[in-house]
């Protein structure tokens, strides 16, 4: 066997030794190995740094067995060396570092790899903390990875005051979306409060008109009725202009009525009501008209709703007026359907379906009640569609619309709080909606 020869650096000091008679008989020597002393030294002073290291440091052999921390790792987790020597490094774990990033770790390391990322790892009692790390492998002489060391730092401080500054922007985003929302809803609020200032003035100016118009188109009506009795067997002619001018004045007796319900909107008198009750009693009082024109009714009600707070009769007045201007629509007979059901509003709906004057109002996940009158008629022409609710406008023959009707029952849902709704339907004919808030 070959032995290896290897040279270090030697501190010697040597004198001479000398018998009785001065001569020199020998040599006296002392040796000392500086190259030891220094790696000695050096040893010494790594030590000191690890052990002194304002970081923490792990040093655990290729199966993850914990051999060394410094002082700093048992500050900050409360493990003593003496507790963790011989455990494995998997009593660290707190369940919040994902599997995958474990075995991208060993992966890593097993390969001579460094890797580099962020634990949440659990101390000695229970609370977490979170480090940044760097772990490295450590070879021997033969090139054999024998142990792995992770130095690492207590990064807990900075992940709270980033988890506080994120909820601090989520909560400073959040009341921006209710102030945002709230000036939307003071702006809407506003303009409902135009709105109805507007109606309540239009209302009083109709009615005032219509009591003045009232009382003289009675007299005039009952003096017709008169003269009607007295030319129909004398003058052919002049029962023609008779029977016109009273066909005239009923049309006008028509307007003074509808005038005085838009007077009357927004006097409410609440109660609980079953919207399904008042639907029946409207269809009831129809039945005859309904059958005259042929108009089949199909009521697809649902198992139950809600109690609601209305004015019965305004309400009623409402469903009647729909359901005469669906039979209207149908002048050679069709199919009324009546639909009803409660949801949650969902966000396309609150959108799409509402006005942005309703949008205050009605929110997502709200739960409404709606009812949909649909008819099997030629529906209206898009250009039209804007305007049917604004007063006097028709799309019936002459003689067969005020031009109220549809004004009438829009602010009286208003009233109620609720919005209603018409469009064409896709496969022809047009639907109402009506919603309430439950």
Request: charged share 25%.
């Amino acid at each position: 066997m070959k032995t290896e020869l290897r040279s270090e650096p030697l501190l010697t000091a040597k004198v001479p030794l000398r018998d009785d008679y001065a001569r020199i008989v020998g040599l006296l020597g002392m040796n000392r190995n500086t190259g030891r002393r220094r790696a000695d030294e050096q040893l010494l002073m790594l030590s000191r740094v690890v052990e002194q290291s304002a970081t923490m440091v792990l040093i655990s052999n290729s199966r993850g067995d914990i051999e060394y921390v410094n002082p700093k790792f048992t500050q900050v987790t409360g493990y003593t060396l003496e507790e963790l020597a011989g455990e494995n490094v998997r009593i660290l774990k707190s369940g919040h570092t994902p599997s995958e990033e474990y075995t991208e770790l060993w992966s890593a390391i097993s390969a001579g790899r460094e890797w580099r990322g962020q634990f949440c790892n659990k101390k000695k009692n229970g609370d977490l903390y979170w480090a940044t790390a760097i772990i490295s492998s450590i070879r021997n002489a033969e090139g054999v990875i024998t142990h792995y060391v992770s130095v690492q730092e207590d990064i807990t401080e900075r992940k709270q005051a980033e988890e506080q500054l994120r909820q601090l922007n989520v909560s400073l985003l959040r009341k921006q979306q209710e102030l945002l929302a709230a000036m939307e809803g003071l702006k809407t609020a506003q303009m409902q409060l135009i709105e109805a200032e507007k109606m309540k003035t239009i209302g009083c100016l109709a009615a005032g008109v219509a009591h003045e118009v009232k009382n003289p188109l009675g007299v005039i009506r009952l003096g017709l009725e008169y003269l009607s009795h007295q030319t129909r067997s004398k003058d052919p002619d002049t029962a023609q202009v008779v029977d016109d001018m009273s066909r005239a004045v009923a049309r006008a007796s028509s307007v003074v009525g509808e005038l005085l319900s838009l007077g009357k909107a927004q006097e409410l008198v609440m109660e609980t009501v079953d919207l399904h009750k008042l639907l029946d009693s409207s269809l009831a009082l129809l039945r005859v008209a309904l059958a005259t024109d042929h108009v089949k009714v199909v009521f697809e009600r649902a198992s139950s709703l809600p109690a609601l707070r209305l004015d019965a009769r305004k309400v009623e007045q409402v469903f009647i007026n729909l359901i005469i201007n669906a039979i209207h629509a149908m002048p050679d007979g069709g199919t009324l359907t009546v639909r009803t059901c409660a949801k949650q509003l969902d966000p396309t709906e609150a959108d799409t379906v509402l006005d942005p004057q309703m949008r205050s109002r009605f929110r997502s996940g709200d739960t409404v009640v709606v009812v949909e009158i649909d008819d099997t008629g030629t529906g209206i022409p898009e250009d039209k569609l804007p305007k049917v609710f604004e007063p006097f406008f028709t799309t019936k023959a002459e003689g067969k619309g005020t031009g109220l009707g549809l004004t009438v029952c829009k602010t009286i849902i208003g009233f109620h709080g609720g919005v209603l709704n018409l469009r064409n339907r896709p496969e022809g004919g047009v639907r109402v909606s009506i919603m309430f808030k439950a």
